[in-house]
């Protein structure tokens, strides 16, 4: 079974430049999370959502963060005009239905904004 | 709102040794509590979890937690540390169906 797969591993822009990374859940996962890791720092929760729907957005920040979760292919976490504060870890994590289920992490995408 | 603490940045233990990784919580209603471990480079693993019924939850690789709701803790333990243990340590809570929130971590070295 393949686990939560993302990609890219690493991603390398420059101010001012659009990010997309990439999440793919794990097979029978209707849910997906978004959380950001900053160095030496816990995961903060960014967003939560299902197939084309966003359930919960309240940790995303207002102004160039979006996320999309479609019909078809994997969840997308964009961020336009990138910044280096944006310089992070991006997780996904996915699960089944139900507020007792664990969840799944993919590997993470590390931001890098030069 | 639920928050986690881990009081400790770092924990130190010699292999062969029991460790205790601390965790305490906040909430207003009932818990669902989990640990998770990340290893360099990778993502978070899920190692156990606290939803109802005996407070004594064992989960993978030897580790287990206690629930303590009087002292709203759900701190992780292993009787018997590895060199292999070491790493970065989450625990992390949920109420209802709100988004799971970690704590800061804790660094876990077991020395040889």
């Known amino acids: 079974n393949a686990g939560v797969m993302q990609n890219p591993r690493h991603l390398v822009r420059r101010r001012g430049q659009e990010a997309r990374l990439r999440c793919s859940p794990m097979k029978g996962h209707s849910h997906v999370y978004w959380y950001r890791q900053l160095p030496e720092e816990g995961l903060k929760f960014m967003v939560y959502l299902q197939k084309e729907n966003i359930i919960d957005e309240s940790g995303m920040p207002k102004e160039r963060f979006s996320a999309e979760f479609p019909k078809e292919g994997p969840s997308i976490l964009r961020i336009q005009q990138v910044v280096r504060g944006d310089s992070a870890a991006y997780f996904c994590?996915?699960?089944?239905?139900?507020?007792?289920?664990?969840?799944?992490f993919g590997n993470g995408t590390r931001l890098t904004v030069t | 709102a639920q928050s986690v603490a881990q009081p400790e940045d770092q924990v130190n233990v010699a292999e062969g040794n029991p460790l205790t990784v601390k965790c305490t919580y906040s909430?207003?209603?009932?818990?669902?509590l989990f640990w998770y471990v990340q290893y360099p480079n990778r993502g978070l693993q899920f190692l156990l979890k606290?939803?109802?019924?005996?407070?004594l939850v064992k989960g993978s690789y030897g580790f287990e937690a206690e629930f303590n709701k009087s002292q709203t803790s759900f701190h992780l333990k292993k009787p018997s540390a590895l060199v292999s243990d070491s790493a970065l340590y989450f625990c992390?809570?949920?109420?209802?169906?709100?988004?799971?929130?970690f704590g800061k971590g804790t660094r876990l070295s077991v020395i040889a």
């Open positions: 909430v207003s209603g009932n818990p669902y």
């Open positions: 992390a809570v949920r109420e209802g169906n709100t988004p799971l929130v």
């Open positions: 994590a996915s699960s089944p239905p139900g507020h007792n289920s664990p969840l799944h």
């Open positions: 606290y939803i109802t019924g005996d407070n």
